[in-house]
């Protein structure tokens, strides 16, 4: 499957963004969905994730309460809705894909899209 990641942007501290994920040539409701972050000068880090059977888990503490995930199998798209953004959330955002189960070991992760910068500043 082939990812196109979008929506990111500019927004002030306390502000919100959808991210997509869009994937073509596959069926993303069979994929575990992955969204994952790095931030200048830091390693790429796991966010949350959406397994194939709609299961969702943060794997960043701090998105706990603030990201949640959604799955829209018409438009063969899972998105990041992230509110209450930080400066800290600073970063660019990639969504990845697997075979159904979620995890946040990156190396497992099959197919991953091209990234989209979210910046979080006043």
């Known amino acids: 499957v082939q990812l196109q990641a979008s929506g990111g942007g500019l927004v002030q501290p306390g502000g919100s963004l959808r991210l997509s994920c869009v994937g073509s040539?596959?069926?993303?409701?069979?994929?575990?969905v992955g969204w994952f972050r790095q931030a200048p000068g830091k390693e790429r880090e796991g966010v949350s994730c959406m397994s194939s059977s709609n299961g969702t888990f943060h794997y960043l503490k701090s998105a706990r309460g603030r990201f949640t995930l959604s799955r829209d199998n018409a438009k063969n798209t899972v998105y990041l809705q992230m509110n209450s953004l930080k400066p800290e959330d600073t970063a660019v955002y990639y969504c990845?894909?697997?075979?159904?189960?979620?995890?946040?070991?990156?190396?497992?992760?099959?197919?991953w899209g091209q990234g989209t910068l979210v910046t979080v500043s006043s």
């Open positions: 040539d596959a069926k993303m409701e069979q994929y575990a």
């Open positions: 990845a894909t697997r075979w159904t189960f979620c995890t946040d070991t990156q190396s497992v992760y099959e197919n």
